[in-house]
């Protein structure tokens, strides 16, 4: 006997178990494309440790420690912009001979980065030995520049970079409090995932958002009161950033409050744009929140965290471009699903200001880099924000099923590629 008529199979625009480009990622990777991938890392991670100018950014942190150790406040150094707790976190790196951390620091950077992709993949239920897994660390390694970028230089972006993933991954799987531990040990490190908060304010997890708050808070108190004239990181250190730091950091700065002015527009009028973009991204965050999925919550949760992260970096001052690693991961993973990010064209058009070996002028790699970062940030912005403002559709698809005649049947959002199972009302 046939299911009656007001019996229906949902889910939310899931892709055909027939698609062969996703099956053929997802089938494991050969030893040649893992083999690839190994040697694409290491590449990068030793011809950054033969760099001259390798960890410029993290000697700025190690810096601190060392003026910390010395009894000097490691505020009386501008360029120093992280909280005290960063301090107490740079004391080991600080202790370790320099040649020693010439190698260890471009590793940990690569490997802090392949934490966040393993943990991005994760969520999507993505085998970690597929070609899909193995080969987009490789080509992310390759082809990204920030990457490379981020990995000399050392900045402490890579423990942001694996903490949002990971914390999405444990949030997915409802241990909230232990995702605001994360991302509050993140936050300690550097406070770029502060506008994380809102999404355990929009999952109502009260005691996730504690935990994320009280960690770095705590731990901050501690290196204060071991550090002398603490103050100086409101009066010194906190109106130096505010302004955008100086001209240092102007030509990589990729916030459209510094690249706007560049071009002509008034400061007033680019700082009023890049504070709507951001209104607007928010908006578009909370938006997408309250459109439930057909899945597991999966996207729901990466694109809303995303969303957050890039309306942020509009109108954070400076806002580099290896910031966007922190969700990268994240939009990569989620091109297993139908109707995400990576499926589109423009995802791909966005990135490509991006791509290593394209023959950019010297004058545009220096003093304008910052005009093709902020075309990346707001491009992906743009595409996420349009994403998350469409409403859910529901698509009529023929089922058949044994002993009864074909019918049409409601079909719903993104679950994964792998899976064909489907939920009755």
Same mark, same amino acid.
């Given at each position: 006997?046939?299911?009656?008529?007001?019996?229906?199979?949902?889910?939310?625009?899931?892709?055909?178990?027939?698609?062969?480009?996703?099956?053929?990622?997802?089938? %494991?990777?050969?030893?040649?494309?893992?083999?690839?991938?190994?040697?694409?890392?290491?590449?990068?991670?030793?011809?950054?440790?033969?760099?001259?100018?390798?960890?410029?950014?993290?000697?700025?942190?190690?810096?601190?420690?060392?003026?910390?150790?010395?009894?000097?406040?490691?505020?009386?150094?501008?360029?120093?912009?992280?909280? %005290?707790?960063?301090?107490?976190?740079?004391?080991?790196?600080?202790?370790?001979?320099?040649?020693?951390?010439?190698?260890?620091?471009?590793?940990?950077?690569?490997?802090?980065?392949?934490?966040?992709?393993?943990?991005?993949?994760?969520?999507?239920?993505?085998?970690?030995?597929?070609?899909?897994?193995?080969?987009?660390?490789?080509?992310?390694?390759?082809?990204?520049?920030?990457?490379?970028?981020?990995?000399?230089?050392?900045?402490?972006?890579?423990?942001?970079?694996?903490?949002?993933?990971?914390?999405?991954?444990?949030?997915?799987?409802?241990?909230?409090?232990?995702?605001?531990?994360?991302?509050?040990?993140?936050?300690?490190?550097?406070?770029?995932?502060?506008?994380?908060?809102?999404?355990?304010?929009?999952?109502?997890?009260?005691?996730?958002?504690?935990?994320?708050?009280?960690?770095?808070?705590?731990?901050?108190?501690?290196?204060?009161?071991?550090?002398?004239?603490?103050?100086?990181?409101?009066?010194?250190?906190?109106?130096?950033?505010?302004?955008?730091?100086?001209?240092?950091?102007?030509?990589?700065?990729?916030?459209?409050?510094?690249?706007?002015?560049?071009?002509?527009?008034?400061?007033?009028?680019?700082?009023?744009?890049?504070?709507?973009?951001?209104?607007?991204?928010?908006?578009?965050?909370?938006?997408?929140?309250?459109?439930?999925?057909?899945?597991?919550?999966?996207?729901?949760?990466?694109?809303?965290?995303?969303?957050?992260?890039?309306?942020?970096?509009?109108?954070?001052?400076?806002?580099?471009?290896?910031?966007?690693?922190?969700?990268?991961?994240?939009?990569?993973?989620?091109?297993?699903?139908?109707?995400?990010?990576?499926?589109?064209?423009?995802?791909?058009?966005?990135?490509?200001?991006?791509?290593?070996?394209?023959?950019?002028?010297?004058?545009?790699?220096?003093?304008?880099?910052?005009?093709?970062?902020?075309?990346?940030?707001?491009?992906?912005?743009?595409?996420?924000?349009?994403?998350?403002?469409?409403?859910?559709?529901?698509?009529?698809?023929?089922?058949?099923?044994?002993?009864?005649?074909?019918?049409?049947?409601?079909?719903?959002?993104?679950?994964?590629?792998?899976?064909?199972?489907?939920?009755?009302?």
């Amino acid at each position: 006997m046939g299911l009656r008529p007001s019996t229906w199979l949902v889910k939310w625009d899931r892709p055909e178990s027939g698609d062969r480009l996703t099956a053929w990622l997802l089938r %494991p990777a050969p030893r040649s494309l893992r083999v690839a991938s190994l040697v694409v890392l290491l590449t990068v991670a030793v011809s950054s440790s033969l760099r001259s100018n390798w960890g410029s950014d993290n000697a700025f942190v190690v810096k601190a420690a060392d003026a910390l150790m010395a009894g000097i406040s490691p505020y009386e150094d501008k360029r120093f912009l992280y909280l %005290p707790s960063a301090v107490i976190m740079a004391v080991p790196e600080a202790l370790l001979p320099r040649e020693v951390l010439r190698w260890l620091l471009p590793a940990g950077v690569s490997g802090l980065v392949a934490v966040g992709w393993w943990a991005a993949l994760r969520l999507f239920s993505v085998p970690l030995s597929s070609r899909f897994a193995v080969g987009g660390l490789g080509l992310l390694a390759l082809l990204y520049k920030p990457y490379a970028n981020l990995v000399l230089i050392g900045n402490w972006t890579a423990i942001s970079a694996a903490a949002l993933p990971v914390a999405l991954l444990l949030a997915h799987r409802r241990s909230w409090g232990a995702a605001g531990l994360v991302v509050g040990l993140a936050i300690a490190c550097k406070p770029m995932l502060v506008p994380i908060g809102l999404l355990f304010v929009l999952a109502r997890q009260w005691r996730g958002l504690a935990v994320a708050v009280l960690v770095p808070v705590g731990m901050s108190l501690v290196g204060a009161l071991l550090m002398p004239s603490p103050m100086l990181f409101f009066t010194k250190t906190l109106p130096f950033l505010f302004q955008g730091q100086d001209s240092y950091a102007l030509p990589w700065d990729a916030s459209p409050i510094a690249v706007l002015p560049r071009l002509g527009v008034p400061v007033p009028v680019a700082v009023l744009l890049a504070f709507a973009g951001a209104a607007a991204g928010l908006w578009a965050a909370w938006t997408r929140w309250r459109r439930p999925d057909g899945d597991a919550g999966e996207m729901r949760l990466a694109e809303t965290a995303c969303m957050v992260m890039l309306a942020a970096f509009l109108v954070s001052r400076p806002s580099f471009d290896h910031y966007l690693l922190v969700v990268l991961p994240l939009l990569l993973a989620s091109g297993v699903r139908e109707g995400s990010m990576p499926r589109t064209p423009w995802f791909w058009v966005a990135l490509v200001p991006q791509t290593a070996g394209i023959p950019w002028p010297t004058e545009a790699e220096r003093k304008r880099r910052a005009f093709r970062d902020a075309v990346t940030l707001c491009g992906l912005a743009i595409l996420l924000a349009r994403r998350a403002l469409r409403p859910g559709r529901v698509t009529l698809v023929p089922v058949t099923t044994a002993g009864s005649p074909p019918r049409t049947e409601p079909e719903c959002a993104a679950t994964p590629a792998e899976s064909a199972s489907r939920t009755a009302f």
